[in-house]
T-cell receptor, first 114, second 109 residues
């Protein structure tokens, strides 16, 4: 069975802290994605990666960076967390870049920045 | 901006069919129509996708209008476990996936 795991379900951090959100997939997928989900706004793409050490900005990359040192792991980094980054963060992966490919999502990390 | 328009919410009775509409009037010829759903406290999960022809799988059916400007996700017999937010998404050659706000489906026992 396909599996995408995220390091934490719930996380509470303080303003200004550096935050790491980890995502791991066990399907040998090429592509990985980070979204945030906010009430009334749906899912918005932050960053994605089509290969190791490769990254592309999504729709809302400001305030975030990513790292993909290994194929199975895609990390989202908040260099200096702010309260407006309180959100649900979702990681996803797909096998191939393509219009018919299925996205597999992790369970999400609910981050609260105080 | 999302390229699809869906009702904010819908209600249906348990064990009855549910038809979830989606408008995508600006769809291009190479865009595929995908549906995902998100159960409470979970990440979204794939439901079905199609290009031009109607599609069926074990979860649902997808009916696509002849001009492809709209589609309908059909749950043949809704259960309480189908209560979720349903997202209709267009995925094209640029691979950018834009989720809209979706339709929150309530199932009444």
């Amino acid at each position: 069975d396909v599996k995408v795991t995220q390091s934490s379900r719930y996380l509470v951090k303080r303003t200004g802290e550096k935050v790491f959100l980890e995502c791991v997939q066990d399907m040998d997928h090429e592509n990985m994605f980070w979204y945030r989900q906010d009430p009334g706004l749906g899912l918005r793409l932050i960053y994605f990666s089509y290969d190791v050490k490769m990254k592309e900005k999504g729709d809302i990359p400001e305030g975030y960076s990513v790292s993909r040192e290994k194929k199975e792991r895609f990390s989202l980094i908040l260099e200096s967390a702010s309260t407006n980054q309180t959100s649900m963060y979702l990681c996803a992966s797909t096998e191939n870049p393509g219009v018919t490919d299925t996205q597999y999502f992790g369970p999400g990390t609910r981050l609260t920045v105080l | 901006d999302a390229k699809t328009t869906q009702p904010n919410s819908m209600e249906s009775n348990e064990e009855e069919p549910v038809h979830l509409p989606c408008n995508h009037s600006t769809i291009s010829g190479t865009d595929y129509i995908h549906w995902y759903r998100q159960l409470p406290s979970q990440g979204p999960e794939y439901v079905i996708h199609g290009l031009t022809s109607n599609v069926n799988n074990r979860m649902a059916s997808l009916a696509i209008a002849e001009d492809r400007k709209s589609s309908t996700l059909i749950l043949h017999r809704a259960t309480l476990r189908d209560a979720a937010v349903y997202y209709c998404i267009l995925i094209g050659r640029d691979d950018k996936i834009i989720f809209g706000k979706g339709t929150r489906l309530h199932i009444l026992p």
